[in-house]
């Protein structure tokens, strides 16, 4: 018969296996997309393509700073989960999820921008890559945030200590610094190289 401390070590091994498992496969899904990028960008001897005007930087830089202090405050969050401090870890994970809403206006504020810039998805290969980058990332951001409302959602419960949930807290973690990191690559690759 197994005991409680290892079947909790089962349940969390089982959890981090299968989060990885998912973890690259996102992460493979990202590198496929900047290695076809990579492929047209060096393919290209005038860049941008076609004519268009390079990227203006404003949104980008604002959609970077978003991310990166949702990192720092999903960050503080997970400190005050772990000491059990629900006021602090509520405050930290609101901010994060408005930090999070908010990088999503400031991508729709980009393709708006793009679309004005005459980069709509119709208009080539490179525009439906910066276009398909950004809806791709934005994509996994909605379902970062769906985690972070389901954290939030737990909070007043009695959860805490509970292996299972803290696992999936660490798991949802795990993929909102995730999430962050592909942007930053993102940010240097799509707009500043």
Request: glycine fraction near 8%.
């Amino acid at each position: 018969m197994m005991t409680k401390t290892a079947e909790n070590i089962q349940q969390k091994e089982a959890s981090q296996l299968g989060f990885y498992i998912a973890l690259v496969s996102w992460g493979m899904l990202f590198a496929a997309l900047f290695l076809s990028y990579a492929l047209y960008r060096f393919q290209n001897t005038q860049w941008p393509p076609m004519g268009f005007e390079k990227v203006s930087l404003l949104w980008p830089c604002l959609s970077t700073g978003l991310i990166a202090l949702s990192s720092f405050t999903i960050h503080k969050y997970q400190v005050a989960f772990h000491s059990i401090d629900r006021k602090n870890a509520k405050v930290f994970l609101g901010s994060t999820l408005f930090l999070g809403f908010a990088f999503l206006v400031t991508q729709k504020l980009l393709w708006l921008s793009l679309e004005n810039s005459g980069l709509v998805t119709s208009s080539g290969i490179f525009a439906s890559i910066l276009h398909g980058f950004t809806w791709i990332h934005a994509g996994h951001v909605v379902l970062g945030l769906a985690g972070l409302i389901y954290l939030l959602t737990t909070l007043k419960s009695d959860h805490l200590g509970h292996v299972r949930f803290e696992n999936r807290v660490e798991n949802i973690i795990k993929f909102w610094h995730f999430l962050g990191i592909i942007w930053g690559l993102m940010f240097v690759v799509l707009f500043l190289i």
